[in-house]
């Protein structure tokens, strides 16, 4: 009776604090494989991982964290992609890596491309293009609004790693994205910056 | 009174600035070098607007009802009994 009454509190503790975040795994599971079968998959595999391990899960930490790191996890096992450690530059340096891809759209008159081309399709491209690493801060992050500290408890890494890897990132969906607009035919501002662009 | 920031000091915390993983002081000295600022501002309008484009990457599941069933019936064959 006891064994029953256990196991009947851990699924309603499962039910109440894991199977509420399923919209939120499933928008990670989505972002990660790309692919809808395979995003279900993925989450399937979660929670089934999670279920069979709710045992380890600490009471009033966050849920929704160890449910990404177990996703994360599950999806570089089943895609057997390996982790392979970027090198990155210091994150500060890399913000002002970034000024330097805004002057140059500025000079070429695409300062305010971001604001008036419609980038969807190929900033998803370029962000499918990332590297793993590069490409997961930026959906904790940015996608999917974490914090930088969030980030880091699913990466398992310490913050100013997510910090240099998300900005990195950043930086080079915006040469990419700047490349495209050039390559694209999106016809640079008129007025002075566009005025002074080298041919 | 405080000397306020130089250009560099904020172009190198534009985007923890902008993801607002700043301390409260810190913010609020970008937020006001910024605000006078002509050769910054526009470095964070063009941030500003580049994460907002990534923010319109994310996507919901298109069938969570069907997901849903799919997971608890997955659970239960683990022993799990929804309420």
Same mark, same amino acid.
């Given at each position: 009776m006891a064994d029953q009454a256990d196991k009947r509190e851990k699924d309603r503790r499962f039910q109440e604090a894991a199977l509420s975040c399923l919209p939120d795994v499933a928008r990670f599971a989505l972002s990660l494989t790309r692919d809808e079968p395979d995003a279900d998959d993925l989450v399937q595999e979660t929670y089934l991982r999670a279920y069979r391990s709710w045992d380890t899960f600490e009471p009033g930490t966050e849920c929704r964290?160890?449910?990404?790191? *177990?996703?994360?996890?599950?999806?570089y096992r089943m895609h057997k992609? !390996?982790?392979?450690?970027? +090198?990155?530059?210091?994150? !500060? #340096?890399? %913000?002002?890596?970034a000024a330097a891809v805004h002057s140059s759209a500025e000079h070429a008159g695409f300062g305010d491309v971001f604001?008036?081309?419609?980038?969807?399709?190929? #900033?998803?491209?370029? #962000?499918?293009?990332?590297?793993? +690493?590069?490409? !997961?801060?930026?959906v904790l992050v940015d996608v999917q609004d974490h914090s930088y500290e969030d980030a880091a408890?699913? *990466?398992?890494?310490? *913050?100013?790693?997510?910090? %240099?890897?998300?900005?990195?990132?950043?930086?080079?969906? +915006?040469?990419? #994205?700047?490349?495209?607009?050039?390559?694209?035919g999106i016809a640079p501002k008129e007025g002075p910056s566009g005025? !002074?662009?080298n041919p | 009174m405080k000397p306020m920031l130089d250009c560099d000091t904020v172009m190198r915390q534009l985007w923890a600035y902008l993801d607002q993983e700043l301390t409260e002081d810190r913010m609020e000295a970008i937020r006001e070098h910024l605000a006078v600022c002509?050769?910054?501002?526009?470095? =964070? @309008?063009? @941030?500003r607007t580049? =994460? @907002?484009q990534l923010g319109k990457l994310r996507r919901e599941h298109p069938n969570?009802?069907?997901?849903?069933?799919?997971?608890?019936a997955a659970l239960a064959a683990e022993g799990f009994t929804a309420f």
């Open positions: 964290a160890w449910l990404f790191t *177990i996703c994360r996890n599950a999806f992609r !390996e982790e392979r450690t970027v +090198q990155c530059d210091d994150a !500060e #340096l890399e %913000s002002l890596a604001a008036r081309a419609d980038l969807h399709e190929a #900033l998803e491209q370029a #962000l499918n293009e990332l590297p793993d +690493q590069f490409r !997961e801060a930026v408890t699913v *990466i398992g890494v310490p *913050i100013g790693t997510v910090r %240099s890897r998300l900005y990195r990132a950043r930086r080079l969906l +915006q040469e990419r #994205l700047l490349t495209y607009a050039k390559d694209a005025l !002074e662009r | 002509a050769r910054c501002f526009p470095q =964070l @309008e063009f @941030e580049f =994460l @907002e969570p009802q069907t997901l849903r069933t799919r997971l608890v």
